[in-house]
C-alpha cells in the first residue's frame, strides 16, 4: 500500500496526464480549491468524470501546468500536508505562478481527497479574462 506522501508525489508528477492523474484518486474521491469560489468558479470536483473534466479544463488554459517538488510538513501513512509551486504560462501568454498549500487523505491505496489552498488573485489575474476586474463582488 501506497503512503498518502507518494500518492501525493505520483499525483503532482502525473498532473500533466489527466487520466493518469484521475486513476489515483477513489471512485468518490474529490478534490477541492475552497479559494476558487470567490472567483466565483467551482470550488470542488467529485469522481472520476468532475475531476478529469477539471484537469482537462486546466490543462487546456495552462498546457505548461506542472508542480514543482514538494515541501512536505506533515506525514502520516493516511495524510500528507505539503505546499508545492507551478511556474507556467496560460495559453494567452499570461505568467501562472501559484504556491498551493495541500492535504491528502488516502485509504486503499487511493486519494480520497486532495484540498488544496492557493492565491485567488494571482488565479484571477492568470485565468479570467479580465483579471481581478472579473471577481464577482
Given amino acids: ?22 486513476s489515483l484518486l477513489a471512485p468518490a474521491g474529490a478534490v477541492e480549491l475552497p479559494y476558487l469560489a470567490s472567483l466565483g468558479l467551482s470550488a470542488r470536483a467529485q469522481g472520476h468524470t468532475e475531476i478529469r473534466a477539471l484537469l482537462t479544463n486546466l490543462l487546456a488554459v495552462v498546457p505548461d501546468f506542472a508542480f514543482q517538488p ?22 494567452g501568454g499570461r505568467p501562472f505562478e501559484q504556491l498551493y498549500a495541500g492535504r491528502l487523505v ?17 488565479t484571477a489575474r ?6 481581478v476586474a472579473d471577481i464577482p463582488t
Fill in 1 to 22: 500500500m501506497r503512503r498518502a506522501r507518494e500518492l501525493l508525489q505520483t499525483y503532482l508528477d502525473s498532473v500533466g496526464d489527466a487520466d493518469a492523474a484521475t
Fill in 70 to 91: 514538494p515541501e512536505v510538513f506533515i506525514d502520516t501513512p493516511e495524510q500528507v500536508f505539503a505546499e508545492y509551486a507551478v511556474h507556467a504560462t496560460t495559453a
Fill in 106 to 122: 488516502a485509504a486503499n491505496d487511493k486519494i480520497v481527497l486532495l484540498r488544496e489552498s492557493l492565491d485567488p488573485i494571482k
Fill in 126 to 131: 492568470a485565468l479570467l479574462p479580465n483579471g
